[in-house]
């Protein structure tokens, strides 16, 4: 493709260009070029096309030459096209008025012999992204989705998803969801039904905000037909569509075990993809059908894993490290399915230091009493690495594989070997660990003060672990020959300590040793409070300050502030909730694995697809928000109602009415909510809200509610012996689902339904009625027949404690499935009969 | 649902831009650069940048960032599985793969965004499906002037990179004699780790192997495979770490391994062919994974020697175990020696090392303090890197390569071509003896 024309020449290779005289330049050639009958004129168009494309990849706005480029577009020459529709559909909506201009040839181009023109003039004329182009669209689009190649009906089922992003009514009232479904469960080509799917999956998500009808078409979605006709094609669909329905499959709610095999058995041969992203995809339909079945599920780990490892090792680091954050989840939540595998996270050489610290926190994990001998071996291998992070890390893992109960005694004696290994950074990550090792096994002191008596506390530059090592010295100052003197000596040297971490370890630590032996401490107490005094941090000086004053007031007070007896920390905080985690694990095969964190904290709302799990309570279930949405909508509504017509239970008001404000705070995400505050609410604050309640404006408790976020309980009462329940009992979806999340399940059982209720329940809300009026709440639901899901709970009559139930309801079966978690488990049986009683109830009032 | 998909070079220039969506807000580009660049010098951080928003996902190919961004929590794997196929498919019509190829070819690369990705959705990747829909030319860049690229880009560490490449032309070329050479290559190209004792013995050994093939045959023609007819595939859970027991047999057993979706299985159980329809370009075969105990193809004795307070000897003897027509090159041998050595004097480099023999390694060291006693702990493990072409350490075999053919004077040229490469190849404890002196 030699250029031939001079003005061409200069530019042979597409290199960065140089800002707006060029584009001026370009303007001149392409306007000298448009009424050009000249033999070689397609090729200079070629090249100077090809350089406004190369300056808009640049990103030099290159917009101003839209009118040129447009006079410009007739031509036969694919290759030209092709580049003109690229720089028309980047700048179009710059130029609503000048994009007309190419309606035109685009409309003519759409009706073309040749298929792949037709596809490709459909594909620009949807992605001008110009709102008052949209009458132009429809047409094409229709046409599109019958035309006679599948490349043209591909572009035109994908159009469709453009056109309703472009303008929602214009491809609404076209009808063309309609005609998508239909070509989805009829067209031969895969590829067409996999675009027609995704279109569908964006227009109804978007639609469903407002419109039922599109909620009630998702749902379809997920339906048994739709599913099991794409997953019989599964292998006729590319690799990538492949992904699309396996996804699809994961959300599919099985009516019976035998659907269950079914779709294990079809996608085995799944699992033996060399793409990952196939086989990732089919591990989630497994691991989330078989999610009710304990010993299938366990099977279904023991199968993925040879093909998760296999693929770690093959592809690129980048393809590894998502495999194995994967892997990491599976090992996280089940660790001892995998603790015989511990030699496969073992660290590579070669593994980038985001996979090496990804296999020692698996590392961590799976030690138990067979091989933890082994693993702590590996780990101290990587203690002396060169890779000083990683060492860190390495360390670390040892003393949290300590402080799981494993091999103490073995591990206390490796981690005091650290320390004679003489590094900096060893000494000071041990002797942070020591420090916690002491907190949880205080009868393992002797042995290691004797070794940490010997460090000299010079060596070490890490506040961290000076700070541990000061600490000790201050915690074990009687059992310690040289503490007051070590403490002294570092008081002496307080101006050459900056860091504030260090200062106040080292005032507490010279309290403590006061107590224990003061005449050998008081004179490095007096000048360390001194030091502590005229100290610039704000909580150096504080401390030092409250210390002092402490010692004025009576020394006595201050001993048992300062050292009192202390129990042995049994479990440390775990940073992730377990909730957080069932949550990742929800939204397996996605980002959320990769960042440690479920979805909402990362995307905006707008962007949650089809299968994303949203923050409020309806994540519970599965499928069917919209549905949910609505339902749960209409029960506080119910209850807005009951807040203006009750005005002779005052109390009861006054909760009820903190409760109408959750209406609004609803789709806060529930992180704002933090657990702590919820977990922290004193009875006085409980006490305030009900006293508040009755007499000060509502308007008062809904401010309160918002700032505390939490259902308000009532204050508790002597109980009566039987179990009755509240008949109104409130509680907000974000701590039903925290309780959800925290309890463990008291009670699953199998029940049945009157052959009549199961007749009678064509909808959620008909046994949400039924329910209510046993006092027992529903507060999300979801589903279509013949399953449905809900999930109620009620209260104990006058206590604080909840009963929580998950109800799975099989209408073709007449069966439900129950799990029951309370507050108070001795009551769950009692709970379970009267609720068993209730559902037995259904349909024969 | 994709965003944007952009390559930019090691500078952070565009090569080629796309967006999809036209969700994403300006400067993607930019932002992402910042990050990454930020992100290599800071190992803190490890996830995929998401910023605002808007979730980066980027495979590293020839040096070159294949980005995309979404706004939507989708398959992290769907994603970087769909930015190698397209480094794959590029390179499949470009040659070969590099910023000067992309450069002189970014027209054709935006037709061929245009085909893969339609308004963020993944459409095909098939080298040959696109063939239709190309209309550009690819203009040859001079591959012989250009580092060649490995067959596979994974094994584009840095810059070490694969001997014998697959030749790099593209599939849409014409040659100059207006007549395509038939030809087919599969190489057998196999990643060991392996950790040794001081003693020599084995701790941990694994192979992740991959048949990767590259078609230049016209008319689609069916192709069988024979492997090893003894291979078996997956190993029972208790013997899965026991290394002692599996060495001897000559069976080849392999842990686990997936196949491309073009490969039919009806007859691998029975004879162990694969028969397959390869489309155009390159892919892979096959993956497969071995714990199972092999010959590994170095023994390495380190060895240190303390000569005084301040001073010691380190002697690294390292003893190719492959058969003397086999050359093993590229071959590294790192030992971190302990931090306060201030000089090191060496007698003997290695290049490359011709099978069945052995070399020695002298380095002489001074310290500038006195040793505490053990330098063995402060120096080590021993780190070797190598590349061993026509070697294969697992002994997975191509029997044959059988082509259905057209007519009789039919006979493309097959290429069958093993490399072994090491990913991790240890040797942890370091032997240690006072010379007296």
Known sequence: MAPTAPTAAKSASPSQPSGKSEVADLKQQLRQLAGSRAPDADDQRRDVFKRVISCMTAGIDVSAAFGEMVLCSATSDVVTKKMCYLYVGAHARAHPDLALLTINFLQRDCRDQDPTIRGLALRSLCSLRVPNLVEYLVTPLTTGLKDPSAYVRMI??????????????????????????????????????????????????????????????????????????????????????????????????????????????????????????????????????????????????ERIKAPLLTLVGAGSPEQSYSVLCHLHLLVMRAPMLFSSDYKSFYCQFSDPSYVKKLKLEMLTAIANESNTYEIVTELCEYAGNVDVPIARESIRAVGKIALQQYDVNAIVDRLLQFLEMDKDFVTAETLVLVKDLLRKYPQWSHDCIAVVGNISSKNIQEPKGKAALIWMLGEYSQDMHDAPYILESLVENWDEEHSPEVRLHLLTAVMKCFFKRPPETQKALGATLAAGLSNTHQDVHDRALFYYRLLQYDPNVAERVVNPPKQAVSVFADTQSGEMKDRIFDEFNSLSVVYQKPSYMFTDKEHRGPFEYSEDLTNLTVGAETTENVISAQRYQENDNDLLLSTSDKEDNGTRASNGSSTSTYNAPSDLIGSSLISS????????????????????????????????????????????????????????????????????????????????????????????????????????????????????????????????????????????????????????????????????? | MISQFFVLSQRGDHIVFRDYRGEVPKGSAEIFFRKVKFWNDDEAEEAPPNVDGVNYIHVKVAGLFFVVTTMVNVSPSLLLELLQRIARVTKDYLGVLNEDSLRKNFILVYELLDEVIDFGYPQTTSTEVLKSYIFNEPI??????????????????????????????????????????????????????????????????????????????????????????????????????????????????????????????????????????????????????????????????????????????????????????????????????????????????????????????????????????????????????????????????????????????????????????????????????????
């Open chain 1, 681 to 845: 609410q004193t009875p006085a604050e409980t006490s305030l809200i009900n006293t508040i309640g009755p007499t000060s404006s509502s308007q008062s408790n809904f401010s309160l509610d918002d700032l505390l976020g939490l259902g308000v309980t009532e204050s508790p009462a002597p109980s009566p012996p039987v179990l009755s329940l509240n008949s109104k009992p409130v509680l907000d979806p974000g701590t039903f689902q925290r309780k959800w999340g925290q309890l463990a399940l008291a009670l699953s059982q199998e029940c049945s339904l009157s052959p009549q209720g199961a007749a009678s329940l064509m909808n959620p809300q008909s046994l949400i009625r039924h329910m209510q009026s046993n006092y027992i709440q529903c507060i999300a639901s979801g589903g279509q027949p013949p399953n449905y899901k809900f999930f109620f709970y009620a209260q104990k009559d006058g206590a604080t404690a909840f009963f929580l139930v998950e109800c799975i309801v099989n209408t073709a079966s007449a069966k439900a499935q129950l799990k029951i978690k309370a507050d108070d488990g001795t009551a769950a049986e009692a709970f379970s009969t009267l609720f068993q009683s209730a559902l037995s109830q259904f349909g024969l009032s």
């Open chain 1, 156 to 301: 035109a089922a994908v159009g469709a998803a453009k056109l309703y992003h472009i303008s929602a009514t214009a491809c609404i009232d076209a009808d063309l969801p309609a005609s998508l479904k239909a070509l989805m469960l009829s067209d031969p080509d895969a590829q067409v039904v996999a675009n027609c799917l995704h279109a569908l999956q964006e227009i109804w998500t978007l639609e469903a905000a407002s419109s039922e009808a599109a909620a009630r078409e998702i749902e379809t979605l997920y339906s048994k037909p739709v599913v099991f006709y794409l997953l019989n094609k599964i292998k006729e669909f590319s690799e990538w569509a492949q992904c699309l329905v396996l996804e699809l499959a994961s959300k599919f709610l099985p009516s019976d075990n035998n659907e269950i095999f079914d779709i294990m058995n079809l996608l085995e041969d799944r699992l033996q993809h060399a793409n990952g992203a196939v086989v990732l995809a089919t591990i989630k339909v497994f691991l989330h059908l078989t999610m009710s079945m304990t010993d299938v599920h366990q099977q279904v780990y």
């Open chain 2, 140 to 437: 040859m860049v001079d591959a012989g002037r250009l580092p060649p690229l490995g067959p596979a880009a994974m094994f584009m560490q840095g810059t070490k990179r694969m001997p014998g490449t697959a030749v790099t032309k593209s599939v849409v070329a014409t040659e100059p004699g207006g007549k395509k050479r038939e030809e087919i290559f599969v190489d057998i190209i196999e990643k060991i780790s392996v950790t040794f004792s001081s003693s020599g013995y084995i701790l941990t050994s694994e192979i992740d192997g991959t048949i990767q093939m590259k078609s230049y045959l016209s008319g689609n023609p069916e192709i069988r495979l024979a492997l090893n007819e003894d291979l078996s595939i997956g190993r029972t859970r208790s013997s899965s770490h026991d290394y002692r027991s599996s060495s001897g047999s000559g069976t080849v057993i392999l842990d686990d391994c997936n196949f491309h979706e073009s490969v039919h299985l009806d007859s691998f159980d029975i004879d162990r062919t694969l028969t397959l329809i390869p489309p155009d370009g390159e892919f892979a075969v096959m993956n497969y994974r071995i714990t199972q105990e092999f010959k590994p193809p170095f023994r390495v004795t380190a060895l240190i020697e303390e000569a005084g307070p301040s001073r010691a000897e380190v002697l690294l003897k390292i003893r190719a175990e492959f058969s003397a027509n086999v050359t093993a090159n590229t071959i590294t041998v790192q030992m971190p020696v302990p931090s306060y050595t201030m000089r090191a004097s060496f007698e003997l480099e290695a290049g490359a090392i011709v099978g069945a023999s052995e070399h020695t390694l002298r380095a002489k060291l001074t310290f500038s303090q006195e040793s505490h006693g053990n330098i063995t702990k402060e120096a080590g493990p021993v780190n070797m890197n190598f590349t061993i072409p026509m070697y294969n350490a697992s002994k997975l075999q191509v029997r044959y390569l059988q082509i259905a053919k057209k007519s009789k004077t039919y006979n493309p040229y097959r290429w069958v071509r093993y490399v072994t490469q090491a990913n991790s190849y240890i040797i942890k404890d370091i032997q240690n003896s006072i010379k007296e002196c």
